[in-house]
């Protein structure tokens, strides 16, 4: 077990809605990262956050959005989805921000899109 | 361009025996190297991490390879046991923008 958790574990809903992740990092990390698995694209980086501010964007759609709270959760919304957006979102966390720093991963969100 | 790709996409070993991955990247900024292993319906699992200033680590059982000159990372497990079997992502997060780029992964299955 790493510490941090993802709900829900399992997503599955239609074409064109929206739907939103949740994580919560390792008590004492400050940075969040989300990674989206696809079956044919691997791990992607899509966005860090790090104590509540945007530090990083990799390959995020314009239809995803993420953001981290006060209390340091976070949260990816994902909206208009269609088929292709069917994947695993993981969440990871780290105590910093900057490189070297070991990020631990969460479960996962299957997510699909139906 | 960066990226951070593998050899072998399928590695069949007999219980007990050494298990040696690879990874190729191509930047030549990256100066911190993580192996992570995913096993079925979960995250991937930190295994062993690796600075350029290095060019060897051992943990348990795994020991990583660091070869700057042609870009090449290595995982080596001793006496590979069935609890093994597994993907096996390398990372390196050398540039500036602190994400991690994974390579596409190796799937290890170790037979009995």
């Known amino acids: 077990d790493s510490g941090v958790t993802q709900t829900p574990k399992h997503l599955i809903t239609a074409t064109g809605q929206r739907v939103t992740l949740r994580c919560s990092p390792r008590?004492?990390?400050?940075?969040v990262y989300w990674y989206q698995q696809s079956l044919d694209q691997g791990l992607q980086f899509l966005i860090q956050?790090?104590?509540?501010?945007?530090?990083a964007k990799g390959n995020i759609l314009e239809r995803f959005s993420a953001q981290q709270f006060p209390d340091l959760h976070s949260e990816l919304n994902l909206s208009s989805l269609e088929l292709g957006d069917s994947a695993l979102y993981f969440c990871?966390?780290?105590?910093?921000?900057?490189?070297?720093?070991?990020?631990?991963f969460g479960p996962g969100t299957r997510l699909t899109v139906l | 361009g960066e990226s951070v790709g593998l050899h072998l996409p399928t590695l069949s070993v007999q219980e007990g025996d050494n298990s040696i991955i690879n990874c190729a990247y191509s930047?030549?900024?990256?100066?911190?190297f993580i192996w992570y292993k995913q096993e079925s319906g979960k995250g991937p699992q930190f295994i062993i991490d690796?600075?350029?200033?290095?060019d060897k680590r051992q943990g348990q059982r795994v020991t990583v390879l660091l070869n700057k000159t042609v870009k090449h990372l290595s995982l080596q497990i001793a006496a590979t046991q069935p609890g093994d079997s597994a993907v096996y992502f390398c990372?390196?997060?050398?540039?500036?923008?602190?994400?991690?780029?994974f390579g596409s992964g190796t799937r290890l299955l170790v037979r009995p």
């Open positions: 990372a390196e997060n050398g540039d500036s923008s602190y994400k991690l780029i």
């Open positions: 690796i600075r350029s200033n290095m």
């Open positions: 990871a966390s780290s105590v910093g921000s900057g490189r070297g720093h070991e990020q631990f």
């Open positions: 008590s004492g990390d400050l940075s």
């Open positions: 930047n030549s900024a990256s100066d911190y």
């Open positions: 956050y790090y104590n509540g501010e945007e530090r």
